[in-house]
């Protein structure tokens, strides 16, 4: 291949990287002795579902006020759909719907007309949609029902019901949403889940803060792990699952004959519900089928075990000295 190719080769690749829905660099917000972003970079690729988790205190607020430009960075960068923020807010945010703590209703007019007047804000809404987009954001998030009450006597749930719509009253190419299941009942929970499946089915990049690691291990296809202000981790949660605590589980009826002998060579193991659970620090799965083989246990099956969202949550939050701010 010619110097040539070679360079046109690589222009190509250059170019066809796909630029992320958001990107940070060195991300840092501190406020008066408080550091509550700090050093975070954080990459969330088009089309994703990432999950920002952390525990209460850990800057993932923070950190999604500074993606949306609502909050400036002490230092560090932020880009949104490939642009800075917030110097590009005007251009970006149509594009971006985000449901942010506090979102400023009016008290005295119905939900379905404080959508109207969200709408109507809409650089991108053309006049003659807005009736129809109104009308399906409030079915969508289920509150067609309570669409003619007045703000002032919706629950929270409804409240927040009311955020989320707002979030939905155009297509989006990036929907930012932070606790969106606070405050909502079990239909509530399920709904929101039910958009942010339909969202990501039509290619948005959705961003969601929660401290339910169900829902997010339900929903999302990317985690961030906040702790104390700090990224701990982030990428693919199959990826992450995978990496996390390596097991195998052993369905055995000899279990403390297996017990006795993986402890004699070193591999830890304890006794679960669904099995014989061998952790694979410093090991092999064959290996520990050859302990238990040649120390005379029947091994009816082995399968290797993923760690749940929550057990790698604890992993990384749960640190030493942890002094979460709960
Ligand atoms: N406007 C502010 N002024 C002073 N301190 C703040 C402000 N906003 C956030 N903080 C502090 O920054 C840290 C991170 O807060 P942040 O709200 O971003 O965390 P969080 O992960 O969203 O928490 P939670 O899960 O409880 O909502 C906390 O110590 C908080 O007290």
Do not use: W
């Not at 080769?9 to 170019?15: D, F, T, Y």
């Amino acid at each position: 291949m010619t110097s040539a190719s070679l360079v046109e080769q690589e222009v190509g690749a250059a170019a066809a990287a796909p630029t992320p829905a958001a990107r940070t660099r060195g991300l840092r917000k501190v406020y008066g002795s408080t550091v509550a972003v700090d050093r975070v970079d954080l990459e969330v690729p088009e089309g994703a579902v990432l999950g920002m988790l952390g525990p209460n205190g850990s800057g993932k607020t923070t950190t999604i006020r500074m993606l949306l430009g609502l909050v400036r960075p002490t230092s560090g960068e932020v880009e949104l759909l490939g642009r800075p923020m917030p110097e590009s807010a005007g251009i970006t945010l149509p594009h971006v719907g985000a449901l942010v703590e506090g979102p400023g209703f009016h008290p005295f007019l119905s939900g379905r007309e404080n959508l109207r007047r969200c709408a109507s804000a809409e650089p991108l809404m053309a006049s003659g949609s807005i009736r129809g987009a109104v009308s399906e954001a409030l079915e969508r998030v289920g509150l067609s029902h309570a669409a003619d009450r007045r703000y002032r006597g919706y629950s929270l749930g409804m409240k927040q019901r009311m955020g989320l719509a707002a979030a939905l009253l155009l297509p989006r190419k990036l929907v930012v949403l932070d606790e969106p299941t606070n405050g909502l009942d079990p239909a509530g929970t399920r709904e929101v889940r039910k958009v942010i499946g339909e969202l990501h089915a039509a290619g948005t990049t959705v961003i969601v803060s929660s401290h339910l690691l169900a829902e997010v291990e339900a929903t999302c296809t990317h985690v961030a792990v906040l702790h104390r202000g700090s990224v701990v981790a982030q990428g693919e949660l199959d990826e992450l699952l995978e990496a996390g605590s390596p097991a195998v589980v052993v369905s055995t009826p000899d279990v403390q004959l297996a017990l006795d002998s993986l402890r004699d060579n070193g591999i830890g193991a304890r006794s679960e519900q669904d099995g014989l659970v061998v952790d694979l620090v410093g090991t092999t799965a064959p290996y520990v089928v050859r302990v238990l083989v040649e120390s005379g246990v029947a091994v009816h099956e082995v399968h290797r075990r993923r760690a749940g969202l929550e057990d790698l949550f604890a992993q990384l939050t749960e640190s030493e000295e942890s002094g979460d701010q709960e």
